[in-house]
């Protein structure tokens, strides 16, 4: 069982930055072994991908349009995970969760695929202005 909790979003001016935090309370299974996403969605839309990280931070991988402006990143010592965000962008604007996957980065599982995740956070509402 994980319980994750997102803070950080808000309201910010296009170009500007963000960092959202996602600490994660875990119960049989340590957070390291989870491999860890960020999801966003916005009004009227579905629930995109935004990026992943495996168990170390070592490999990461992002959707096209965060690529070169969000970093993916965990700290297994704090069992959190984070996104910063920077060069924000009015089409940013959308709630946004963090996920845990019992899938190791290894599996071949797509883990761009919402399905592929087993445990999710309530989100965090990001707000960028133009």
């Known amino acids: 069982q994980v319980q994750l909790v997102e803070s950080g979003g808000g309201l910010v001016q296009a170009g500007g930055s963000l960092r959202l935090s996602c600490p994660c309370a875990?119960?049989?299974?340590?957070?390291?072994?989870?491999?860890m996403g960020w999801f966003r969605q916005a009004p009227g839309k579905e629930r995109e991908f935004v990026a992943v990280v495996d168990w170390s931070g070592g490999n990461t991988y992002y959707a096209d349009s965060v690529k070169g402006r969000f970093t993916i990143s965990r700290d297994n010592a704090k069992n959190t995970v984070y996104l910063q965000m920077n060069s924000l962008k009015p089409e940013d604007t959308a709630v946004y969760y963090c996920?845990?996957?019992?899938?190791?980065?290894?599996?071949?599982?797509?883990?761009?695929?919402?399905?592929?995740?087993?445990?999710w956070g309530q989100g965090t509402q990001v707000t960028v202005s133009s």
């Open positions: 875990t119960s049989g299974r340590a957070f390291s072994t989870y491999t």
């Open positions: 996920a845990a996957s019992k899938l190791f980065w290894n599996s071949g599982g797509n883990f761009g695929s919402s399905t592929k995740y087993n445990y």
